[in-house]
């Protein structure tokens, strides 16, 4: 049986397509969520994609918190449910609390598009273990609010938990510096790209793997990401897997 | 039944990182401007409240001053009532 994998679709998704078509790609049958609809329709994981949902109004990803189906994402995240949020997916994310700390305007001011270097830190979770190797992973941003931020214990927590799941490097996957504006595009702390709530079933992830999801697109980094979500789905619908534990308890 | 006026200030808690804040400081040299400095830019939100009292009226805003228009990891807001309800 195929692994049905929701997108949700809100007002201002802008990668909702690329989305569904990286996941098909990655083995799984998508299917539409729409912002207004409280059922999940069932499905075994969701992403939240990228764009920009009810226009950015206030700060980026607040309103679509508070939609109908937000409501139920949250709900299924806290039974445990794998869920995936790309770029605005993200903040939309931070925003609701599912995933720890906020994103900031970019340090630069400017809205970034362009290709970035991200590496796993973790490959034992569900967003990563199909990547196979710790290796540089190249693929685009497109962003205006990719700042991460958190408090210093907070992230000496998340890292010391194994919460920092991608960070920002150099194109060779050297670390990238604080202030090394083409490496770590838009300032984020620690060079954090991406990271995953404490039950190791939701992750945040600033960069797009669905726009390098196949070769035509110019890099095939990304697909491992989508693909690893569809695998771990696919184990939890069969009882045989549960996301990583992260964390002592 | 009465209507009251408020206004929400948010602005960024200190030690946040304030790009845009520091992008106006730049340009104050263009002005010709000196001593300014540690400029911080939020926003300012208006509304009136229908509440049965000023204090109902005040809880309501404060429920949405820290649930909808302020992230409270990032930023701190002050509630401010305005004189003359109606608009």
Not at chain 1, 51 to 72: C, E, K, N, Q, T
Not at chain 2, 29 to 34: C, M
């Amino acid at each position: 049986m195929s692994v049905r994998v929701g997108v949700v679709v809100f007002p201002g998704s802008n990668c909702d397509r690329d989305t569904l078509r990286g996941l098909t790609v990655a083995g799984a049958e998508p299917v539409e969520l729409w912002h207004e609809q409280a059922s999940l329709d069932g499905v075994d994981a969701v992403v939240l994609p990228g764009g920009f949902a009810y226009g950015d109004y206030l700060r980026a990803g607040v309103i679509a918190r508070f939609s109908p189906v937000m409501r139920s994402v949250a709900a299924f995240a806290d039974e445990g449910g794998l869920v995936l949020g790309i770029c605005n997916g993200f903040q939309v994310l931070a925003e609701a609390g599912l995933v720890p700390g906020a994103l900031l305007r970019n340090r630069s001011l400017r809205f970034l598009g362009r290709d970035v270097t991200i590496t796993p830190e973790r490959l034992d979770t569900p967003f990563t273990h199909a990547i196979g190797e710790r290796r540089p992973l190249r693929m685009p941003i497109a962003h205006g609010e990719g700042c991460y931020y958190a408090d210093d214990p907070t992230l000496d927590a998340l890292e010391r938990d194994g919460q920092v799941v991608f960070r920002y490097a150099r194109a060779d996957g050297a670390a990238a510096s604080g202030d090394d504006g083409m490496a770590n595009p838009n300032g984020s702390l620690r060079a954090i790209a991406g990271v995953l709530n404490a039950g190791g079933n939701v992750c945040g992830l600033m960069p797009h793997p669905e726009r390098a999801s196949e070769a035509v697109l110019g890099s095939e980094d990304g697909i491992g990401i989508l693909r690893s979500l569809v695998e771990s789905a696919a184990a939890r619908e069969r009882g045989a897997g549960r996301p990583a534990e992260v964390g002592a308890a | 039944m009465s209507s009251h006026r408020f206004a929400v200030n948010v602005t960024p808690k200190p030690g946040i990182l304030d790009p845009q804040g520091r992008a106006v400081e730049g340009s104050l040299g263009h002005l010709g401007i000196e001593g300014v400095s540690a400029v911080r830019v939020g926003r300012r939100v208006e509304l009136t409240v229908e509440a049965d009292g000023a204090a109902a009226a005040r809880a309501v805003v404060e429920r949405l001053a820290s649930e909808l228009l302020s992230n409270p990891l990032i930023e701190a807001y002050a509630v401010e009532e305005l004189e003359g309800a109606r608009v």
